[in-house]
């Protein structure tokens, strides 16, 4: 169902890149550095998406987060950055989105949003990794 959900959002997603996006994201480290964006910025935009998405909430703003927290470290702190953790921050409205499945999205999540643009996958292998998730465990 989330995977379902993730399939859709990237059909938009590869048509408009994130950061021509008209509203506001959480500022990729990179860019607050270098003041440059490039694929792997996009990267880490998407990973906030997904982050988003497994969580519910909003990526910078929440009344959860600490002051100058975005969603990004606050989901790292929460779970230190281990994917079994995620039931910890997940959003109670994807009860029946099975623990595999939520693992798997906030581990893409994670590669995604790491610090270093380097050290993230690109969109390609980013679908690749969502696209693979073993169908025996993507069923009810």
């Given at each position: 169902m989330l995977l379902d959900l993730i399939s859709f959002f990237w059909v938009v997603f590869d048509e408009v890149l994130i950061s021509s996006l008209p509203f506001p994201l959480t500022l990729k480290p990179e860019y607050v550095y270098t003041l440059k964006v490039d694929e792997k910025s996009d990267v880490y935009s998407f990973g906030v998406v997904l982050?988003?998405?497994?969580?519910?909430?909003?990526?910078?703003?929440?009344?959860?987060?600490?002051?100058?927290?975005?969603?990004?470290?606050?989901?790292?702190m929460i779970t230190k950055s281990a994917k079994e953790e995620v039931w910890r921050i997940i959003d109670p409205r994807l009860s029946n989105v099975r623990m595999e499945e939520a693992m798997h999205i906030f581990f893409v999540a994670l590669l995604?949003?790491?610090k270093q643009s380097v050290r993230r996958p690109t969109m390609r292998e980013v679908v690749h990794l969502l696209t693979d998730f073993p169908k025996s465990n993507a069923s009810h």
């Open positions: 982050l988003e998405l497994v969580t519910g909430k909003k990526s910078v703003g929440d009344c959860e987060f600490e002051e100058g927290m975005n969603i990004a470290g606050w989901a790292k995604c949003i790491k």
